[in-house]
């Protein structure tokens, strides 16, 4: 890895060998990451521990050291350290695996194109299929119940741990390698073998809604999503009621997400955040458009970058926000490379919104409370605030 990039990438959990590279519930064969455009550092959402910053470098880095130097793997060594640290949100990744996140920063991942979630009753509904995908081609549809991945049973796990198994983590199993899903629908029950492909993410759809509120759906920051932003924005009525969904929307590219609040802000502060004590800023580029009625709709699923996003729009008086609170990820760290090529990351610091208010462990809280209905409510609001008198 050549220079230090500032990151800040959503959930990820490991159990044993697999490394889950996803955004929690969201997109279930994908991966993401995001970064913050400042030279010198690379960094990561997550929460702190209590040792500070530079001590636990200066752990993980000894302790790869001494392994390497002993014939051991520098990555085990690391993973040891990482877990007496304290920093419970810290990881260690193969070259492999960060190569996974570097890679989908172009919204590229291995997958079989499957977006699921977690029932109440702990099974995992897929809530939507990529059109042309594996899991399309083998007639899987939204509403279908995922039972089993290559014969381990998924109701009542973690939506993440599904993630791992589908995108078969523990093996580094690349495109062109198999994963035989179990399926129920209604009484239905099959199982049906798919081969993994290169995917690229559609992290921003647009629909109309009939009383012509525009609902912009931003399922992750991605590369190029504040272009798509843009771009649906462009081809909208000017005045053009609109809603900015950010429900279960895990983070990704801080880049994009600062971009996309500058298609609502003239300019102006979005974000600060700190590294090892040093104080920085994310400014907002001029000439967005900020007249254009604007809802957000957020969720306990809204995550890091979209709640850096959320923020700053809620701050800066742009934007009503609905919806229930968000989940509260709002610290950062930077990753260290071992001598084998493997990246530990750490935290580092955190970062606020534009009144100086801090997200982490706390979320967002929005300006309307709503469930289900939340759209509904979006709609009811935008009519007041497209009413000109």
Known sequence: MSGRDLF??????????????????????????????????????????????????????????????DGKSPMEAAERAVSRSGDR?????????????????????????????????GGIAVTRVRPGSPAAD???????????????????????????????????????????L?????????TKTLHRVRLSTDSVTVRRLPDGVTVLKIAAFTKGSADAVREALRVAPADGRTVLDLRGNSGGLVTEAV????????????????????????????????TRPLVVLVDGGTMSAAELLTGALQDRGRAVVIGSRTFGKGSIQMPTTLPDGSVAELTVGHYRTPSGRAVDGRGITP???????????????????????
């Not at 102006?268 to 967005?288: C, E, I, K, S």
Request: a negative charge; charged letters at 25%; one cysteine or more.
């Open 367 to 389: 300006d309307l409370e709503a469930g289900t209905g939340a759209l509904q409510r979006a709609e009811t609001v935008l009519t007041g605030l497209g009413d000109p008198s």
């Open 89 to 121: 949100w810290a990881a260690v990744y193969s070259e492999g695996e960060y190569e996974e996140f570097r890679a989908a920063l172009d919204g590229r991942y291995t997958g079989v194109g499957l977006w699921a979630r977690q029932e109440a009753d």
């Open 182 to 190: 179990g399926l129920e629908r209604g009484t239905r029950a099959w």
């Open 8 to 69: 800040c990438q959503p959930r990820r959990i490991r159990h044993g060998a697999a490394l889950t590279l996803v955004f929690a519930g969201v997109l279930v064969a994908g991966a993401a990451t995001g970064s913050f455009p400042e030279p010198g550092g690379l960094a990561r959402k997550a929460a702190a521990g209590p040792m500070d910053p530079a001590t636990r470098h200066e752990a993980v880095e000894k302790a790869a050291a001494e392994a390497m130097a």
């Open 259 to 290: 971009d996309t609040a500058s298609a609502f802000l003239d300019g102006g502060l979005v974000a600060t955040y700190d590294v090892d004590g040093a104080q920085r800023a994310l400014h907002a580029d001029p000439g967005g458009d900020t």
């Open 138 to 180: 083998a007639g899987i549809r939204a509403g279908d119940r995922l039972r089993s991945v290559d014969g381990s049973k998924v109701v009542g796990r973690p939506v993440t741990d599904v993630v791992s198994l589908l995108r078969g983590d523990a093996e580094g199993a690349p495109a062109g390698t198999t994963v035989t």
